[in-house]
């Protein structure tokens, strides 16, 4: 079980990679299923998941607050309807335009629920006189 679960953590890494360059496809569910998933199967795979320099600091927040920054979500929030609004412009059945863009309002609703996770306080550095 543990290596179904690595793989299939893998293939949801790599999706989430996908994601961050493709439109409509996510990229934070995928890395947040990633980690969920290595969780189960590998400490290690977990581990540098979490200490990740690019989406650690997302899957903590999550894991502790289940939620997000707000600099992420205003990003994820702009990339989102960038790429639904691409994918809806270059489609041209109108069906599948409808169905983009009921998908986005639901994934926005969604979204939008989730909690803000406050930054932390800035500390204030010591001046020190030359």
Not at 82 to 87: D, G
Not at 91 to 100: A, N
Not at 101 to 119: E, G, Y
Request: proline residues 9%; hydrophobic residues 55%; without cysteine.
């Amino acid at each position: 079980m543990r290596i179904l679960f690595a793989l299939l953590g893998s293939i949801s890494l790599g999706l989430g990679v996908i994601g961050a360059f493709l439109p409509v496809l996510p990229t934070t569910p995928f890395v947040l299923l990633s980690a969920f998933l290595f969780g189960k199967s590998s400490p290690r795979l977990h581990g540098w998941m979490v200490n990740h320099p690019w989406f650690g600091s997302m899957i903590r927040d999550w894991q502790t607050h289940r939620g997000l920054r707000l600099k992420v979500r205003r990003r994820a929030l702009w990339m989102m309807a960038l790429s639904f609004s691409f994918s809806i412009y270059i489609v041209p059945l109108w069906p599948v335009k409808v169905g983009l863009a009921l998908t986005f309002v639901v994934l926005l609703v969604w979204f939008l629920r989730l909690p803000v996770v406050p930054d932390p306080p800035a500390v204030a550095l010591k001046q020190t006189r030359p």
